[in-house]
């Protein structure tokens, strides 16, 4: 066990599982689970509308919503026959999910968010031909797909494998969809019980390396007790890692914030990725620590992440209108950042400094016929000719020509809520 002493300005690390669950805490994704007896859709008015996705209209629950949209009462995005469909299977019980079974291999990934499952799409994103319930192995609310050069599928589990609620959660699925290994934050409170008093957090992304896996924990807090009489408390966005490969090894958390020199104060995390040298990059809401102390959404880099942390703002926060997936292609020579409502992705040449500005501006993606639209997380294909991202209105955002900057929403039955997105095999 190793902790640095906070109050000197160090980095805050935790080596082992070093903090404890409580009861309760804030929301995750706004639509609710399927599996819920009563499950309801957050359609205007949101317990937090800055972690949330936008839909218009009034609360109703999803089998309402449905109803209204196969009668043609409220604009959908989907045909009228796939909405009655869904409305059929969620009347009787059934899974709303269409799946055309078949030997096609899945050209891409998509994470359907709310309802827990990994869907594979075949080339030309047309039809879903495979899916992965990741429920079944205790990871709730997968948002973002990482697809790694040997073409195993990654995704982040925002309540934690098994239901923890003690922090990000990450799985790992071989390419036919099998579980590989399962890594999640917690607390070991009985081999340390004074060192975490109080602990709950979820997170939003994950990303691995050879070496490496990270999650990035959206919001933690917790008391984490440097002695039986020294208990620092601390909420805010934090990282884990595990060895690649050894998920029951005790995992380290890196606490931005707390990193002596940190220019901005992170109170929240959102989506990240990391280059094969361990440095993380990151987009988050926070302020600056100094002058002109600017709050909003910015882009941040852990460099050397696993052994002297230094942190670096490299888009100032009030820079992202609201914040999406970070990936680093190109084999590590560009950074992507993507701005959820902007409905743009930033391209930054590597390694980046500090005040960078965009090199490449992809997108707008396309917007429905009401104007909607959020494209959250993707990833490039193999020759990054070409980029998907999920999109929260329920289609993939797919650059058509990535050269001339033209998009197509790719929408079919088997897509319910999708939120991430990556291309098999990747460019990883």
């Known amino acids: 066990m190793r902790i640095a002493d906070i109050s000197k300005g160090a980095a805050l690390l935790f080596t082992g599982a070093a903090f404890a669950s409580c009861a309760g805490g804030p929301a995750g994704s706004s639509l609710a689970s399927p599996n819920a007896a009563a499950s309801t859709v957050a359609v205007s008015a949101y317990p937090n509308p800055d972690r949330s996705r936008r839909l218009l209209h009034r609360h109703m629950s999803r089998k309402e919503l449905l109803k209204l949209q196969a009668e043609g009462k409220i604009a959908a995005s989907i045909p009228a026959k796939v909405l009655a469909w869904q409305l059929a299977h969620r009347t009787a019980g059934r899974s709303e999910r269409l799946v055309k079974r078949s030997t096609a291999v899945p050209a891409l990934w998509a994470a359907d968010t709310n309802n827990d499952y990994l869907v594979g799409e075949k080339a030309g994103l047309t039809a879903t031909v495979a899916d992965i319930n990741t429920r079944k192995d205790g990871c709730d609310d997968p948002i973002t797909v990482k697809v790694d050069s040997s073409q195993n599928i990654w995704t982040n589990c925002e309540y934690g494998v098994d239901f923890s609620e003690q922090g990000v959660g990450a799985a790992e699925y071989s390419s036919a969809g099998t579980l590989v290994n399962t890594y999640n934050s917690g607390c070991n409170s009985t081999e340390f ?28 807090e917790g008391y984490f007790c440097v002695s039986a009489s020294s208990c620092p408390f601390y909420d805010g966005g934090a990282f884990a890692y595990w060895p690649n490969g050894s998920p029951s090894g005790e995992p380290t958390l890196i606490v931005p ?29 926070g302020c600056q620590n100094q002058s002109p102390y600017s709050c909003g959404y910015g882009l941040g880099e852990i460099e050397n992440a696993t052994t002297s942390p230094a942190m670096l703002e490299i888009l100032p926060p009030g820079t992202l209108e609201f914040p999406g997936g970070v990936v680093v292609s190109g084999g590590g020579t560009t950074l992507n950042v993507t701005d959820q409502d902007a409905r743009t992705t930033c391209q930054l040449a590597m390694p980046v400094s500090s005040g960078e500005v965009c090199s490449t501006t992809l997108g707008p993606t396309k917007a429905d016929f009401m104007g909607l639209g959020n494209p959250v997380s993707g990833d490039f294909n193999l020759t990054q000719t070409k980029l998907a991202e999920g999109d929260a209105y329920g289609w993939l955002d797919a650059s058509v020509d990535l050269s001339g900057n033209i998009w197509k929403d790719k929408q079919n039955p088997g897509l319910l809520e999708p939120e991430g997105a990556a291309y098999t095999p990747s460019d990883r």
């Open 193 to 220: 019980p004074y060192e975490c008093e109080i602990y709950f957090g979820y997170g939003f992304d994950q990303a691995e390396n050879s070496s490496y896996v990270f999650g990035f924990d959206d919001f933690i």
């Open 257 to 285: 914030s707390s990193i002596e020199g940190a220019p901005d104060t992170i109170d929240d995390g959102y989506y990240m990725d990391v280059d094969a040298s361990n440095n993380i990059y990151f987009d988050f809401y």
